[in-house]
C-alpha cells in the first residue's frame, strides 16, 4: 500500500464544501484484502482508538462505521476515520469525509475534513501508518519488523496533539471567529498567531487577540501606564486605592508605610497577574514583592491593598456584557493526598491545558506557590484536611491557573456605571476593569471597593467558559460592535469561469462596475488590478489571488476571473459568490490533471455555481449543454443568457417571470436585451458595442451579454451597462491578449491569446466575416501539454481559413521536445490538403511574427496567436522603428541584428 497523492483545497471545492485534504492511496494487495479478510484487524484497531465507536458512517448512528468494517469495507476508508478521528483526539474537531474509487483497480482517494491545514495533514499520515503498523508482517503492505521497532502511536498522536495546540487559535480569538461565523461574516487568518481579518475589503476589521482595528492606540498606552491611568481614573471621582511608583527596596517600603499596610506590589507594565504580590504587611514582604515584580518590569508600584473578592469586568463598545468572578488558583484537601498529588489531581482536568491553549490553566508549584506553602508553614508534602482550601495564588488570574464564576447577573447597577466609565475615561473599545470590593451585587460606594486596574486586550476565557455559572456570547457583542446591524462586511464577488472568453468578461464587468461608482478589485490572466490600475503582474486567475483582492482595504467590488487550475489545485478563494458564472464549457485541458470528458470539465466549473449564496445569481449560457446542467446545482436564482431567442428554456423562464439577457433581431441590426420579472428592457444594439466589431466578433457578443447578466445581477443599472460596454474597447491596454488590431501598416494585425480549438473556430469566423482584399497569413501554435487530437484540430481549424501559415512554438514547451508540437501541427496541416510551399516552420515566437510582417503587403490581413502576450504586441507595435524595436530586442535579450542590417518593417 502507497500514497500516490497529497492535495489540500483550502476552499470550497469538488469534493466539498469546506478544506478538506485528499490522499489517493493504492492498495495494492490490500484490494483483496477488505476488513473482514484481516485476522484480528477490526478489535486491534479498536482497542487502539475506541472512540471510533462514536463513528456514524453511512448508517448514521453511533457504531455505524464498526458496522461496516464487520459487515466488510476496504482499507482506504478505514484510514479517512482515522484520519478524522485523529484530529478530533488532538482537540482540531472535524467530522465529513468520502472514501471513492479512482476508476483504477485498488486505487481509491480518500478526501476528509481539516481545521487547520498542517494537522489534517499529519493526521493523514498517521493514519495511514497506524493502519500499515494493524496489518500482519505476513500482507507486504503490513509495516515491517525494521520500522515496527521506531514506530509508536502513542508518541506520534501526543507529537499531533503538541501541533495542534501550537496551530490551534487562542480561546478568545477562537470566540471571535465562531462568533463571525454564526454572523455570516467571512474571515481570514492573517498569521500563525491570532492576527485575523473579519470582513472583505473596504469593510474589513482586524483583531489580534482581543485588540481590534478599532482599538485606541493611546488607549491601550494609558492602560497599560499603571500610574497615569489610576491618576486619570481617580481625578475622574472613581474609586481607585492610592500608589506610588518607586525605583528600589527602600522607596517600595518607604511608599508602603506611607499608604499605609497591607499594600499590593506590582510592575508598572505588566500583564497577566505576573509579578504581582497581595496583603503585604512587613517590610520584609514588601522587599520580597519588589523584587518579583522587578524581575517583569524596570519600574514598580506599590499601592494600597483593597481587601474583598476580584472581579472582571468585561466593557464592549462602552458597556458592560460579563462579570466573573476570579478564584486564584488552589487545592482541597481531602486528607489523604499531599499538596503535590493534590495539584496532580487538579490538572488532570480536561478543561486545563498549558498557558492559554484550553479554558483552565494548569497548576504550577513555581517559585510563589513555594513561598506560600513556606508562610502556611507547610512543605509539598503536607497532606491537607479534608475540606481545607489552600491557595497557590495570591491573583485570580486564569493564565495562572485560577478559575472562574460568571456574576453578570449580579452586578449592581452603580458597579456597571463606573466600570463603564473607567474604560471610556482610558479609551478602549474592548477593556477589562480589575474590580476588588465584598460583594458585587451592592453599590460600591456602600460596601467599599476599587478598581486596581484597567486592560486592554483582555482574555475572554473566564466569560465563555467560566468553571461556574452561565456562559456568556462576549465575542458576539464583539461581533456586533465592529459590524452593526444592517452594515456590510462583505464585498459584492463576481466570480466568472468557462473555457473561452472569461478574461474578456472579467474586464467587461470590471470595466462597468468602476463606471457604476465601484473601486472594482479585478482578477485576470495577466494581473490583479483594483481601480483599474495593476498591482501584481502574472497569471492570477487562482485562489490566492481572490484571497489578495478580499485583503484589499480600497475594494469594495471583486470580479474573479477563476481558471480551472486553481479550482483543481486547491479550490476557491472565497466562500460565498453573490455572482457565480460559467461563461461555456468546451474542450480545452482535457487528459490533464485527471481530467479526460467534457463532463468532467464541466463538473470543475461547476463549483463556482455551487458557491452561490442563497440569495445570490447564477448567470449561465443557455446554448451550451454543459452548462445548462448546472443549474440545479446553483442554490441562488438563475439568469440565463442566449443568442438564441427562440431557446425554449429560457422563452419558459422569462414567461414566469426570470430573468435573462437574449440577442434579438430588430429593424436596426441585433439587440442585447434583458428580461426580468415581466419586464422587456433593450440594453444596446450589438453593433455599437466596440468589441464585436460592428457585430462580427460573434463570440464578444456572447461575452458581452454575459457580462451585461453579470452586472446586472451585481446591481449595476442598465444605463450603466449601456455606457459600460459602449466603451469597452479591444485595445491591448484594456483586454491584452483578446483580438487587439493594429492598423498602422498597410495590412492590418490581429492578435489573439486563443490556444484551444473552440477559439481558434471563434476567431476563424470572425475573420471570415471580414473583408479581406488580401491574403489571409495566420501565425499559430498549441500548447505542449494538450491532447494530439486537440493540437492537431488547431491545425486543421487553421488550414480552413488562412492563405499561409507560419508554425511557431510556445516558450514554455510543456514536457515536449524542440520542435515536436511544430511538427505535428505542420502534418496535420498537410493532411488537410493544405499546400506545403505555403507553410513556414519558425519555432521562435519573435521571429515568427517578424517573418509574417515581413510578407504583409497592402490589404493582407495577419492573425498572429501569440503565447508570450506583451512582448509579441510589443514587437508588433515597434516593429516599424528600427532603432526603438533594436532597443527592445537589447532589454529582452534578443539577438539584436548588425548596425548594417535592416531592423524593422518590411526588411525584404
Known sequence: MKILGKKVYRGPNLYEYRPVIRLDIDLEELEEHPTTKIPGFIDHLLAVMPTLEEHGCSYGIPGGFVRRMRESTWIAHVIEHVAIELQCLAASPVSRGKTRGLGVHGQYMVVYEFAEEEVGMQAGLLAFDLVRWLIPQTLPSGMQQAERDIFSYEARLEALIRLATQKALGPSTLALVQAAEKHNIPWIRLNEYSLIQFGQGKYQKRIEATVTSRTSHIGVEIAGDKTLSSRMLRDAGLPIPEQVMVNDESEAVAAAEDVGYPVVTKPYDGNHGRGVSINLRTPDEVRSGYKMAREESRYVVVEKFVTGRDFRILVVGGKVVAVAERVPGHVVGDGVHSITQLVELVNQDPRRGIGHEKILTRLELDEQALRLITLAGHTMDTILPAGEKFYLRLTGNLSTGGTAIDRTDEIHYENIQMAERAIQIVGLDIGGVDFITPDISLPYAEVGGGIVEVNAGPGFRMHVAPSEGTPRDVAGAVIEMLFPPGTSARIPIAAITGTNGKTTTTRMVGHIMKMAGYTPGMTTTDG????????????????????????????????????????????????????????????????????????????????????????????????????????????????????????????????????????????????????????????????????????????????????????????????????????????FYQTPGRMNVFEEYPFKVFFDYAHNPPAMRAVAEFVRSLDITGRKIGVIAAPGDRRLEDIQNVAYVAAETYDYLIIKQDWSLRGRQPGEIAEILRNAALEKGFPQERIQVILNEYDAIRAALDMGESGDAIVIFGDNVTGAWKLITKYREPEVYRRWLIETGQPVPSEDQPVGWRRH
Open 528 to 731: 490583479i488590478y483594483v481601480d483599474g490600475e495593476m498591482i501584481l503582474r502574472g497569471d492570477m486567475t487562482g485562489p490566492w489571488s481572490a484571497r489578495i483582492v478580499q485583503r484589499e482595504p480600497r475594494v469594495d467590488c471583486a470580479v474573479l476571473e477563476t481558471a480551472r487550475g486553481g479550482i483543481v489545485r486547491e479550490g476557491l478563494g472565497f466562500d460565498h459568490a453573490n455572482v457565480g458564472a460559467v461563461i461555456n464549457v468546451q474542450g480545452d485541458h482535457l487528459g490533464l490533471g485527471g481530467i479526460n470528458t467534457l463532463e468532467e470539465l464541466a463538473e470543475i466549473k461547476q463549483v463556482v455555481i455551487e458557491s452561490v449564496a442563497a440569495d445570490g445569481w447564477g448567470v449561465l449560457n443557455a446554448d451550451d449543454p454543459m452548462t445548462r446542467r448546472m443549474a440545479r446545482h446553483c442554490d441562488g436564482r438563475i439568469c440565463w443568457f442566449t443568442l438564441d431567442p427562440q431557446n425554449e428554456r429560457v422563452r419558459e423562464h422569462v414567461r414566469k417571470g426570470g430573468r435573462a439577457v437574449s440577442l434579438e433581431q430588430g429593424v436596426n441590426g441585433e439587440m442585447l436585451t434583458l428580461y426580468d420579472e415581466g419586464k422587456h428592457i433593450p440594453i444596446l444594439w450589438a453593433h455599437l458595442i466596440p468589441a464585436t466589431f460592428e457585430g462580427r466578433a460573434r463570440f464578444n457578443i456572447v461575452n458581452a451579454m454575459a457580462a451585461a447578466a453579470i452586472a446586472y445581477c451585481m446591481g449595476a443599472n442598465i444605463e450603466t451597462i449601456r455606457l459600460g460596454l459602449k466603451t469597452f474597447t479591444t485595445t
